[in-house]
């Protein structure tokens, strides 16, 4: 029995559990099971410092020879933050349509107040860390990410032997992380149940619908992302028409939505963006592997979607700076997201944090949290298909201009 089918069983079991005990047993289960819940959640948060900057150095540092790749890299980052950010705006649209988590009143929960959000200017500021151990100390996360990316660009510039020691220092940094949050990850089963079931003995079947709106949501946006912003891309930057595309990466597609890995599914990916869809070895070998650990459009826009459901769950009204705010972050952090199954929540919880959103409603989508993954997981892998073809046919483009 694999990890995310465990957690979908224990989602089930809280349900039923809660469900069945009421209101009734509710001291006993806010006395002795919502704590295990907490510790779970404190397991979590203790993760998004490490794992954000450790893999941020290393997304930047993938990049190599800034002066070699420069061209390609500068597309390739441009174009994977464009899109991402595009990802997260859909996300909004789609949940500001289909409003997930109205209605779903928790009893008893008193929502938590939310600080006046800053001024643009001020957000802008406070982006550069005055001292970076204090940022991270804080779990400032925005000043923990502009600052892992001048440790990656400074390592690059330095290069040589040196550069490459902290290089790779920060790589097995980074993979102790993963091992750290495979281990979470273990105990998620036994966390989400301690997490759901006071919940649902508290609030009773009306928690239950407002989940099948967030799948929906969910669902839909990355429908639409694919459609309108891939096939674009493909078509008009790319000169390939969308049918040949997703025609090109139907097995891909169906890998990464079974595994819910980006880096699982990375050699079939490659495969087939060579052979169904044309990109040169060159082009793939370098973009699809950065895009498994800097392009999360699917994360970015789940991200999106369960950031205004945890708002409209517990009664909070996101300002524009605030969405602002989250599409900044979620652009950003979507670069340290890791391309295993799992690690959207750590990216959720952090973006949450950003913003003032209370980190307690990861429960409310940890137990779908596989469905989600395998929506986002394949829109993840499409994007970073997407755009190798662009990257591929500007390079083809490039080098006809400089032989004329």
């Known amino acids: 029995m694999n990890l995310s089918f465990k957690i979908f069983i224990s989602l089930i079991l809280s349900v039923v559990v809660g469900l069945i005990t009421g209101t009734e047993y509710l001291p006993f289960i806010k006395w002795w099971i919502a704590p295990i819940g907490t510790m779970f959640i404190n397991l979590i948060k203790m993760m998004i410092v490490p794992v954000v900057f450790t893999s941020l150095v290393v997304g930047m540092t993938s990049l190599g020879d800034m002066k070699k790749l420069g061209r390609i890299g ?9 899109t991402t950010a595009v990802a997260i705006i859909i996300g909004f649209g789609v949940a500001g349509v289909s409003h997930p988590g109205i209605g779903m009143e928790m ?26 151990v204090q940022s991270m100390a804080k779990a400032d996360i925005l000043p923990v990410i502009i600052f892992a990316l001048f440790v990656g ?19 097995s940094c980074a993979e102790v992380c993963y091992k750290i949050i495979a ?11 301690a997490l ?58 169906l890998i990464a939505f079974t595994t819910c890995s980006s880096s699982a599914t990375l050699p079939i990916n490659m495969k087939n963006t060579e052979e169904k869809l044309g990109v040169s070895r060159d082009i793939a070998s370098f973009v699809l592997p950065l895009g498994a650990t800097i392009n999360m459009d699917g994360t970015a826009l789940y991200m999106g979607v369960c950031s205004l459901f945890i708002a409209n769950v517990f ?27 799992g690690a959207g929540l750590i990216m959720l919880a952090m973006v949450l944090q950003s913003v003032g959103l209370p980190i307690e409603g990861l429960a409310l989508v940890a137990g779908i949290d596989r469905v989600l993954d395998m929506f986002r997981t394949c829109l993840n892998i499409t994007g970073d298909a997407a755009v190798a073809v662009v990257v591929n046919e500007t390079e083809k483009s490039h080098t006809e201009t400089v032989c004329d």
């Open 183 to 193: 281990m979470v990850m273990e105990v998620a089963p036994i966390g989400v149940f």
């Open 196 to 253: 759901l079931l006071p919940v649902v003995a508290q609030n009773g079947p009306k928690v239950l619908l407002p989940l099948l709106s967030v799948i929906v949501s969910v669902a839909i946006g990355c429908v639409l992302h694919a459609v309108f912003v891939y096939s674009s891309l493909a078509s008009v930057l790319g000169k390939m028409s969308p049918i040949r595309f997703f025609r090109g990466m139907s097995e891909a597609m």
């Open 153 to 171: 660009v400074g390592i690059i510039q330095v290069g040589g032997e040196k550069g490459q020691r902290l290089s790779d220092f920060f790589d």
């Open 107 to 132: 009893s008893g929960a008193v929502a938590p107040s939310v600080k006046a959000a800053p001024s643009i200017m001020e957000v802008f500021v406070a982006m550069i860390p005055a001292n970076p």
């Open 315 to 341: 009664g909070i009204d996101l300002t524009m700076q605030q969405m602002m705010m989250i599409v900044l972050t979620g652009t950003l952090a979507s670069i340290g997201t890791a391309g295993v199954p």
């Open 74 to 82: 500068a597309k390739t980052l441009g174009l994977y933050l464009i």
